[in-house]
């Protein structure tokens, strides 16, 4: 995350994907939403794994796996939930979207809190509109070049589709879709590797709804690294409310 500002404990909705619980955190930051048995989260994953292979970590703020505070939660995974159509770079990163079913209940807290789901579409064209602005959060590469050790945040306005087409190259216009969208700035600020799965949030009267989920940006010429003088696509979240509300129905997530 590049340009950002630290996050107070507590502040946002993020939880690490941490592949066979070894120190080494996985780049995969999930943003998620907690079913009303908060048995389930809906989140963004670049990578298919096996469930015995992954553990969620809650109300997490240092990146390091082993330092955990007081209200930190480790769950393990039961089922990983993935659209058919996902085919990753392959299918142009349409459908980059999962649900994990967790093996036991989250419990709320302080540091543990929902992020609402826009499941009637009533905040979508508000929120996705032209220069609205969300907030996202994650552990990611910043202006150094290194990953943070701690959580960050940065808001993001919403840029519209035909902006985001012009300003990108032609191999990248592809990733703009009827399900995604742009977001960000095109000064240096920005999320970057390590940031992808964060979920892009925007508040109404104190209630926060995710819309978006960090999907792809474009690398930097000749490295890996991400362009923060860019937009960032993200994955549209209210155009899969339908499947996500099947999903936690099929797992009898009520």
């Given at each position: 995350?590049?340009?950002?500002?630290?996050?107070?404990?507590?502040?946002?909705?993020?939880?690490?994907?941490?592949?066979?619980?070894?120190?080494?955190?996985?780049?995969?930051?999930?943003?998620?939403?907690?079913?009303?048995?908060?048995?389930?989260?809906?989140?963004?994953?670049?990578?298919?794994?096996?469930?015995?292979?992954?553990?969620?970590?809650?109300?997490?703020?240092?990146?390091?796996?082993?330092?955990?505070?007081?209200?930190?939660?480790?769950?393990?995974?039961?089922?990983?939930?993935?659209?058919?159509?996902?085919?990753?770079?392959?299918?142009?990163?349409?459908?980059?979207?999962?649900?994990?079913?967790?093996?036991?209940?989250?419990?709320?807290?302080?540091?543990?809190?929902?992020?609402?789901?826009?499941?009637?579409?009533?905040?979508?064209d508000q929120d996705?509109?032209?220069?609205?602005?969300?907030?996202?959060?994650?552990w990611g590469v910043?202006?150094?070049?290194?990953?943070?050790?701690?959580?960050?945040?940065?808001?993001?306005?919403?840029?519209?589709d035909q902006t985001?087409?012009?300003?990108?190259?032609?191999?990248?216009?592809?990733?703009?879709?009827?399900?995604?969208?742009?977001?960000?700035?095109?000064?240096?600020?920005?999320?970057?590797?390590?940031?992808?799965?964060?979920?892009?949030?925007?508040?109404?009267?104190?209630?926060?709804?995710?819309?978006?989920?960090?999907?792809?940006?474009?690398?930097?010429?000749?490295?890996?690294?991400?362009?923060?003088?860019?937009?960032?696509?993200?994955?549209?979240?209210?155009?899969?409310?339908?499947?996500?509300?099947?999903?936690?129905?099929?797992?009898?997530?009520?």
């Amino acid at each position: 995350m590049v340009r950002r500002s630290v996050c107070r404990r507590g502040d946002h909705w993020t939880s690490v994907v941490n592949v066979n619980s070894i120190e080494n955190v996985t780049n995969t930051v999930t943003k998620c939403r907690y079913a009303r048995e908060l048995r389930s989260m809906s989140c963004a994953l670049h990578l298919e794994f096996k469930c015995r292979r992954l553990t969620v970590i809650l109300g997490k703020y240092y990146a390091d796996y082993e330092r955990n505070d007081n209200l930190t939660q480790i769950k393990t995974i039961k089922e990983i939930v993935m659209l058919a159509a996902y085919q990753d770079k392959t299918g142009n990163y349409g459908s980059d979207l999962a649900v994990l079913i967790l093996s036991s209940r989250v419990e709320f807290s302080a540091a543990v809190r929902p992020v609402c789901i826009d499941w009637e579409l009533d905040y979508i064209d508000q929120d996705l509109s032209q220069g609205s602005v969300g907030t996202v959060a994650g552990w990611g590469v910043n202006e150094n070049d290194t990953f943070s050790d701690k959580l960050y945040k940065v808001q993001l306005p919403v840029v519209p589709d035909q902006t985001c087409i012009t300003q990108q190259s032609r191999d990248f216009k592809k990733y703009i879709t009827y399900t995604t969208f742009c977001a960000g700035y095109n000064n240096g600020t920005g999320v970057c590797n390590g940031d992808s799965g964060g979920g892009l949030m925007f508040s109404h009267n104190g209630t926060w709804t995710l819309q978006g989920v960090v999907s792809v940006s474009p690398r930097r010429r000749g490295t890996s690294f991400c362009d923060p003088t860019k937009y960032t696509i993200f994955t549209k979240v209210a155009m899969y409310a339908k499947w996500i509300k099947y999903v936690l129905d099929s797992n009898h997530i009520n």
